[in-house]
């Protein structure tokens, strides 16, 4: 079996779409969070996951951008180069895509090829990592599944910080982060590739990836967008400029 794992789109449809070309063969797709913001095309991404019938669970953007869609009254009338990718992306979402981000679980639970998987967006307060067996063991312990059992082979998958690892607490628990489809964000000043990051689970062999993917529409639409000087800037260096 061949489970393809993604996390943090922000809203990059180039990228996603790329890295779903390119692993057209994957029996499964899940997505750890963070469909939407710090991107310009946030309805696309939402709709091909749709399509697709992705699971996905909820990140800090997507709670980020229904927040700010709940309390659109309060900046409605912001000036456009005022604005953030927060508002930007609230303006190009209806309803439905609201009422989406809104329903997106917490966590969800596969089995594939003899392990036990439970996905969930963050793995621990802020950014950091889960360094200890009982850190693991919370997450671990979290699940609902009447199916599962401690004794099982135990995968955590998580995203939200962009750094693409697999870590091995003990010999059956591991936590895998996919890195980000869309970016490198500036706290991983060392590594300035723009290159789309994913993993691939094959026959329970969790391999890594790097997609070189086309940027240019990104980029151009960034550029014209009304937004904050500041936010705009972070877009162009995200999506291709310097």
């Known amino acids: 079996m061949k489970i393809l794992l993604i996390s943090d789109i922000h809203s990059n449809i180039q990228a996603l779409a790329a890295v779903l070309t390119a692993e057209a063969d994957a029996d499964a797709v899940y997505c750890a969070g963070d469909l939407v913001d710090y991107g310009p095309f946030p309805r696309e991404v939402i709709d091909l996951v749709r399509e697709r019938n992705i699971p996905c669970v909820s990140g800090n953007h997507d709670e980020r951008v229904v927040a700010f869609a709940r309390s659109r009254e309060a900046w409605v009338d912001m000036r456009p180069q005022d604005r953030h990718w927060v508002h930007q992306n609230v303006e190009a979402l209806d309803a439905g895509d609201i009422a989406f981000l809104d329903a997106l679980p917490e966590s969800l639970e ?65 936590w895998v982060n996919p890195g980000s489809v869309s ?55 995200l999506f291709g400029g310097t």
Do not use: C
Request: aromatic residues 10%.
């Open 110 to 174: 596969f089995i594939a090829d003899g392990h036990y998987y439970h996905m969930r967006h963050r793995g621990a307060e802020g950014y950091e990592l889960i360094q200890l067996l009982p850190e693991f063991e919370a997450h671990w312990s979290a699940g609902q599944s009447p199916d599962r059992t401690h004794e099982q082979t135990a995968r955590v998958i998580i995203g939200h910080t962009h750094i693409q690892a697999v870590h091995y607490l003990a010999d059956d628990r591991l």
């Open 183 to 237: 970016y490198r964000p500036t706290r991983q000043d060392l590594d300035v590739s723009r290159d789309a990051e994913y993993m691939t689970v094959v026959d329970g062999e969790i391999r890594f990836h790097r997609l070189s993917y086309d940027r240019r529409k990104t980029y151009l639409f960034t550029r014209n967008l009304p937004l904050v000087d500041s936010e705009k800037r972070v877009g162009q260096r």
